[in-house]
């Protein structure tokens, strides 16, 4: 896993580039842009986009959200909604994936998480999406795609075990719980969409954003191993190196936010940085995690 969770704009402009009668290597591009202030991020997948790629929707595809608010924003969708989901997308088993947004991956992520989770691996996320690829001079395409038939099918067990929000209180006092959010929300400060103020007793902070650069890129293996060492094992050293045995002190990691949007891409970037996590089934993000705002204890701080 680690740094190839991720792919950079010339890597995957190289394997599109290749030859379209050998499809096995060329990747299924889903584009995850979402907006909070709007219902969809479908207007500017629609404007421009990475050649042939599908558009994913967070709030229909990668969730299935109630009307009453139960399960949170952002609830974990059934198997079968992400099994439609993705075949509609054009997802093909035998074809690698690469998902991508334009805010600091915090969408593709969750869709990196999501096919791990139901069993596919060979998916990457595009380094700072489709900003740097545009960037970067890369052809762009316009109005809506017309993926062909995926077939998508759930396995498990998966990659990365979902923590449910009852069960997260006491996985933290027992483990290690990173709350993704940003600090000012993990104190209990400037809430605005949080049902309740504050975080998971025994929660250690540990804000997704702080993983990536202005350009919305993340930092560099080394620099996340060095950013994130700390917060896993309790040690200020940093880790050891490439082929060495991990530390003893460090401990299994689970990840939360609020809905499961920055939970996630700390997930990721625990992967990238090469973060020894000691049990196979984490990081797990808590993509149910609209549950825990309301059995949160409030931790109200400062």
Same mark, same amino acid.
């Given at each position: 896993?680690?740094?190839?969770?991720?792919?950079?704009?010339?890597?995957?402009? /190289?394997?599109?580039? /290749?030859?379209?009668?050998?499809?096995?290597?060329?990747?299924?591009?889903?584009?995850?842009?979402?907006?909070?202030?709007?219902?969809?991020?479908?207007?500017?997948?629609?404007?421009?986009?990475?050649?042939?790629?599908?558009?994913? =929707?967070?709030?229909?595809?990668?969730?299935?959200?109630?009307?009453?608010?139960?399960?949170?924003?952002?609830?974990?969708? @059934?198997?079968? @909604?992400?099994?439609?989901?993705?075949?509609?997308?054009?997802?093909?088993?035998?074809?690698?994936?690469?998902?991508?947004?334009?805010?600091?991956?915090?969408?593709?992520?969750?869709?990196?998480?999501?096919?791990?989770?139901?069993?596919?691996? &060979?998916? *990457?996320?595009?380094?700072?999406?489709?900003?740097?690829?545009?960037?970067?001079?890369?052809?762009?395409?316009?109005?809506?795609?017309?993926?062909?038939?995926?077939?998508?099918?759930? @396995?498990?067990?998966?990659?990365?075990?979902?923590?449910?929000?009852?069960?997260?209180?006491?996985?933290?006092? *027992?483990?290690?719980?990173?709350?993704?959010?940003?600090?000012?929300?993990?104190?209990?400060?400037?809430?605005?969409?949080?049902?309740?103020?504050?975080?998971?007793?025994?929660?250690?902070?540990?804000?997704?954003?702080? @993983?990536?650069? %202005?350009? /919305?890129?993340?930092?560099?293996?080394?620099?996340?191993?060095?950013?994130?060492?700390?917060?896993?094992?309790?040690?200020?050293?940093?880790?050891?190196?490439?082929?060495?045995?991990?530390? &003893?002190?460090?401990?299994?990691?689970?990840? =939360?936010?609020?809905?499961? +949007?920055?939970?996630?891409?700390?997930?990721?970037?625990?992967?990238?940085? +090469?973060?020894?996590?000691?049990?196979?089934?984490?990081?797990?993000?808590?993509? =149910?995690?609209?549950?825990?705002?309301?059995?949160? =204890? %409030?931790?109200?701080?400062?």
């Amino acid at each position: 896993m680690g740094a190839s969770s991720l792919i950079q704009v010339d890597e995957l402009a /190289g394997l599109l580039a /290749g030859p379209r009668g050998v499809p096995a290597g060329r990747p299924v591009l889903l584009d995850v842009r979402y907006r909070m202030s709007g219902p969809t991020g479908r207007p500017e997948f629609e404007r421009a986009h990475i050649p042939a790629s599908s558009y994913v =929707d967070l709030n229909t595809d990668l969730a299935t959200i109630r009307p009453d608010g139960v399960g949170g924003r952002h609830p974990m969708p @059934t198997a079968r @909604t992400f099994t439609a989901a993705m075949r509609s997308a054009g997802v093909i088993m035998s074809r690698p994936v690469v998902a991508y947004d334009d805010w600091a991956s915090l969408p593709a992520s969750r869709l990196w998480w999501m096919l791990r989770h139901f069993g596919f691996a &060979d998916v *990457r996320v595009l380094d700072g999406g489709i900003t740097a690829w545009i960037a970067a001079d890369q052809p762009t395409a316009s109005g809506r795609s017309m993926p062909g038939a995926g077939d998508f099918s759930p @396995t498990r067990p998966g990659i990365g075990r979902l923590l449910h929000a009852t069960d997260a209180k006491a996985y933290a006092g *027992r483990r290690l719980l990173l709350d993704a959010r940003p600090a000012d929300r993990f104190r209990g400060e400037n809430v605005t969409i949080d049902a309740v103020a504050g975080h998971i007793p025994g929660a250690v902070g540990a804000p997704a954003l702080a @993983t990536v650069d %202005s350009r /919305g890129r993340f930092l560099r293996a080394e620099e996340l191993a060095v950013h994130l060492w700390p917060l896993t094992t309790g040690e200020a050293a940093g880790p050891p190196g490439p082929g060495a045995e991990p530390s &003893d002190e460090a401990r299994p990691v689970g990840t =939360d936010c609020g809905s499961g +949007g920055q939970a996630t891409p700390l997930a990721l970037a625990l992967a990238v940085g +090469g973060i020894w996590i000691g049990d196979p089934v984490a990081p797990g993000a808590d993509v =149910d995690v609209g549950v825990i705002a309301d059995s949160r =204890d %409030s931790q109200r701080q400062g």
